[in-house]
């Protein structure tokens, strides 16, 4: 069973950083991408960045690009999306999945990052 623990979501001033980190389990971590989400209030939920843990690509979503990064600790299978330069815009709930997602996939609670202004 697959089961996806997104955390370090927390308050934080504009302009600030934080650290997500999304640890894995019921899968073999190696054969999968992993992304990252958003869905702020009122909104849809959009993806934000994904990683190939086997090769390393990445990507990411034009709003994020140059502050956020994602990266991934095979040994711990745990994908991280540390966040810099952060905007009010960026107040959300940030979950992970695996990627490409399944319409069936259960997303979890997320953890909420508030960022003031």
């Known amino acids: 069973e697959v089961q996806l623990q997104a955390s370090g979501g927390g308050l934080v001033q504009t302009g600030g950083s934080l650290r997500l980190s999304c640890a894995a389990s019921?899968?073999?971590?190696?054969?999968?991408?992993l992304g990252w989400f958003r869905q702020a209030p009122g909104k849809e939920r959009e993806v934000l960045s994904c990683?190939?843990?086997?090769?390393?690509?990445?990507y990411y979503a034009d709003s994020v690009k140059g502050r956020f990064t994602i990266s991934s600790d095979n040994a711990k299978s745990t994908v991280y999306l540390q966040m810099n330069s952060l905007k009010h815009e960026d107040t959300a709930v940030y979950y992970c999945?695996?990627?490409?997602?399944?319409?069936?996939?259960?997303w979890g609670q997320g953890t909420l990052v508030t960022v003031s202004s």
């Open positions: 019921g899968f073999t971590f190696e054969d999968y991408g």
């Open positions: 990683i190939s843990i086997s090769d390393g690509s990445t």
């Open positions: 999945n695996v990627v490409p997602v399944k319409a069936s996939a259960y």
